[in-house]
């Protein structure tokens, strides 16, 4: 593992993306020159004394000189970072955990249920081939990644239905490596599509609670097959798809 660091990160760019969602961008090379898809950085949303914990945030894609982040406004953390403005200087570790494994030459399938597809945009720049299905609620929901497919729960864009309703034999056949990251019930859902002889290809971005985002509180554990747990943020956020204790995770909610 290499070392973790902490660094002062410049914001560059800040907007509401869509709404109630943000986008912001950090000037710092270090973080960008380090960084592989998959990884993510945990954010001080206040050098005041709440909220205590930082906040972890996938990178979604490199920009020239730092990194790009899309995030939800859910709570109190995400709201200090909504506030951040160009100039404000902001503590990052990162990057952090084990991304996407990619193998040369391999095309993907992406596969993402809403703000899930935060940090597709780094994968799809990193691999020679992708095709992308897109599921939200609705339109405002949908992240905009060129030429994805996406369908919609009320049909405001692309179809009406769910992303499962994409995913197709032809498309499995001639994928290597699918990419899954949403909600844990969507994220279930695709599993239970994709049939046993494709199941290898699988992996998961897990998202869970976090303390230190780096292996030492053991606040974020993912049940795993077997009856155990692994650390979110030190063994993933990326697992096998075969790794995952499905309905183990899915009780343990969120
Ligand atoms: C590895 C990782 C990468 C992530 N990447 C992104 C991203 O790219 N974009 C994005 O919008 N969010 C991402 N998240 C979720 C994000 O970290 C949380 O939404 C954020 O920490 C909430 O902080 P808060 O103080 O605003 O809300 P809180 O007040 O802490 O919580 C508000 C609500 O959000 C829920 N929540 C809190 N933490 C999480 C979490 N880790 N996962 C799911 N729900 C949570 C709580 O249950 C509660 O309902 C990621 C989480 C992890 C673990
Ligand atoms: S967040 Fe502390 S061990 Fe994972």
Redesign the pocket.
């Known amino acids: 593992m290499s070392a973790i660091r902490d660094f002062d990160c410049a914001v560059k760019h800040s907007e509401q993306m869509l709404p109630g969602v943000v986008r912001i961008v950090f000037d710092c090379a270090e973080i960008a020159s380090a960084a592989f898809p998959g990884q ?1 950085v945990q954010i001080e ?1 206040s050098p005041d004394a709440f ?1 205590v914990t930082r ?4 990178i ?1 894609r490199l920009t020239k000189n730092g990194f790009e ?11 200090l970072m909504a506030e951040m403005k160009p100039g404000d200087m902001v503590r990052v570790l990162g990057p952090l ?1 084990i991304g996407w494994a990619i193998d040369p030459g391999s095309s993907w399938l992406l596969i993402g249920g809403g ?1 899930g597809a ?2 597709f945009q780094f994968l799809m720049d990193s691999v020679v081939s992708a095709t992308v299905l897109i599921g939200a609620s609705s339109s405002d929901r949908v992240i905009p990644l060129e030429a994805c497919h996406v369908v919609t729960e009320d049909g405001s864009l692309g179809g009406k239905g769910l992303v499962t309703a994409l995913i197709s034999e032809k498309l499995l056949d001639e994928t290597d490596s699918i990419a899954v990251c949403g909600p844990v019930a969507m994220m279930e859902a695709v599993w239970n599509t994709i049939p046993e002889k494709h199941r290898d290809k699988v992996q998961v971005s897990t ?4 303390g230190c985002g780096w292996g030492v509180c053991d606040g ?1 554990s993912i049940p795993v097959s077997g009856g155990g747990y692994k650390k ?2 030190q063994e993933g ?1 990326v697992f096998p798809g075969v790794e995952i204790d499905w309905k183990r995770w899915k009780e343990a909610g ?1």
């Open positions: 993510f949303p909220p906040r972890p945030i996938t979604n982040l899309l995030f939800d406004v859910v709570g109190r953390g995400t709201e955990g703000l935060a940090g998202e869970s609670r976090m974020c979110c943020c956020p969120l």
